[in-house]
């Protein structure tokens, strides 16, 4: 669905991609949305959202050269936004069902993508 549509994009690591592609294979093969499987999905979605914050918000002052204090400044917004998320993401999670469970992995997998080669 997302190719269909114009998006913005956010570098993780690989090494996250390839945890976050091997998390959502084996949550799958649970297929059981227990205590488990969210405290790793969750654990996922955090680092996840956490290299998306710092691509967005840090990544375009770091390019400016920004100065220590408008960095520190930044950095604090983040986190109280990282806070914040991480509280709603705990809570939508706790009561995931089974079904549910499998759209979130869905969705986990329609946003990864491994990077184009150089042509």
Same mark, same amino acid.
């Given at each position: %669905? ?18 976050? !592609? !091997? ?17 790793? &999905? ?10 998306? &914050? ?6 375009? &002052? ?7 204090? %408008?960095? +520190? %400044?930044?950095? %604090? ?15 939508? !999670? ?8 499998? +759209?979130? !992995? ?14």
């Amino acid at each position: %669905m997302l190719k269909q549509q114009s998006h913005i994009v956010a570098p993780i690591p690989d090494e996250l991609r390839t945890r976050a !592609l !091997l998390t959502v294979e084996e949550l799958r093969g649970r297929s059981k949305a227990d205590k488990e499987a969210i405290d790793k &999905l969750y654990n996922l979605i955090v680092e996840m959202t956490e290299e998306g &914050l710092d691509f967005f918000f840090l990544e375009p &002052l770091r390019r400016l050269n920004a100065g220590n204090m %408008m960095m +520190s %400044m930044a950095k %604090m917004g983040i986190g109280s936004m990282l806070k914040g998320s991480k509280m709603v993401i705990h809570k939508v !999670l706790k009561k995931l069902d089974d079904r549910s469970l499998h +759209s979130i !992995l869905d969705f986990v997998e329609e946003i990864i993508h491994e990077p184009e080669t150089a042509a």
